[in-house]
């Protein structure tokens, strides 16, 4: 499974969304879970969603069911 870092971009290399930028934010203090940002640009984004998970149980799922390698130096 890759690395979760939050509150920082890292590039999609493979998986679910590849060549997408995601940023995976620590909510708990207001919603008590999980956002993940995706984007397709950092500079000029003109594609990208969210979605929100329950805890860090939920967070590592969903990164590891998207089959993601992310670069967190990429961004």
Same mark, same amino acid.
């Given at each position: 499974?890759? #690395? @979760?870092? !939050?509150?920082?971009? &890292?590039?999609? !290399?493979? &998986? *679910?969304?590849? &060549?997408? *930028?995601?940023? =995976?934010?620590?909510? #708990?203090?207001?919603?008590? &879970?999980?956002? @993940?940002? =995706?984007?397709?640009? !950092? #500079? +000029?984004?003109?594609?990208?969603?969210?979605?929100?998970?329950?805890?860090? +149980? +939920?967070?590592?799922? *969903?990164?590891?069911? #998207?089959?993601?390698?992310?670069?967190?130096?990429?961004?």
């Amino acid at each position: 499974m890759t #690395s @979760i870092e !939050l509150e920082r971009y &890292g590039r999609i !290399l493979s &998986g *679910f969304y590849e &060549g997408y *930028f995601v940023k =995976l934010h620590d909510d #708990s203090d207001v919603t008590g &879970g999980y956002y @993940i940002y =995706l984007v397709d640009d !950092l #500079s +000029a984004p003109t594609d990208g969603g969210d979605y929100w998970v329950e805890d860090w +149980a +939920a967070l590592e799922e *969903f990164v590891e069911s #998207s089959q993601w390698e992310i670069d967190w130096r990429a961004a």
